[in-house]
T-cell receptor, first 116, second 110 residues
């Protein structure tokens, strides 16, 4: 079964509003989680690495004030898209490592964001 | 040069065919090789995981790694329409950072 839960699966919002996406590790503790963005028919683009208890590490070109990441517990990381605009519409996916296998990532089901 | 190269396809095959999906990579430090399957509007699902060179088989799926030529493959035997998805290869040195290929879209026609 799923080891990483992501919610919501689909959200529609008005331009200018903020949207929060949750990513939970279901039966394990995840000190590190990852947030990806994926455009249609394209591969995964790593946005940031979420670290429990500390600031997230953002990839080059990703606005940290735009995409706020909070990893307040060992099982939950959140991504908040602030003041969303239509160009932020995309598929957002989180992932986590399980146990000592740092090199294997388990993904959430993804969140489809549509900004009107 | 991208660290991982993967032909995006699409690849269309008849049901029952053997499918070969491939990736090349540039960094010889990569030791871990993964294949993920992603259905439309879903998160990727880990299919196969291989350490170093060699073959690994799981049911109808076989993953193959040739480190000398920096080439990784996924073979699907007796392909089914339910195998229609995007397949992403991924490589890793053993740390947290995983590099993903662009993904190959596969269509298996009934």
């Amino acid at each position: 079964g799923a080891v990483v839960s992501q919610h919501p699966s689909w959200v529609i919002c008005k331009s200018g509003t903020s949207v929060k996406i949750e990513c939970r590790s279901l039966d394990f503790q995840a000190t590190t989680m990852f947030w990806y963005r994926q455009f249609p028919k394209q591969s995964l683009m790593l946005m940031a690495t979420s670290n429990e208890g500390s600031k997230a590490t953002y990839e080059q070109g990703v606005e940290k004030d735009k995409f706020l990441i909070n990893h307040a517990s060992l099982t939950l990381s959140t991504l908040t898209v602030t003041s969303a605009h239509p160009e932020d519409s995309s598929f957002y996916i989180c992932s986590a490592h399980r146990g000592l296998a740092k090199n294997i990532q388990y993904f959430g089901a993804g969140t489809r964001l549509s900004v009107l | 040069q991208k660290e991982v190269e993967q032909d995006p396809g699409p690849l269309s095959v008849p049901e029952g065919a053997i499918v070969s999906l491939n990736c090349t990579y540039s960094n010889s430090a990569f030791q871990y090789f993964m294949w993920y399957r992603q259905y439309s509007r879903k998160g990727p699902e880990l299919l196969m995981y291989t350490y170093s060179s060699g073959n690994k088989e799981d049911g109808r799926f076989t993953a193959q790694v040739d480190k000398s030529s920096k080439y990784i493959s996924l073979f699907i035997r007796d392909s089914q329409p339910s195998d229609s998805a995007t397949y992403l290869c991924a490589v890793n040195t053993g740390g947290f950072k995983t590099i993903f290929g662009a993904g190959t879209r596969l269509f298996v026609k009934a």
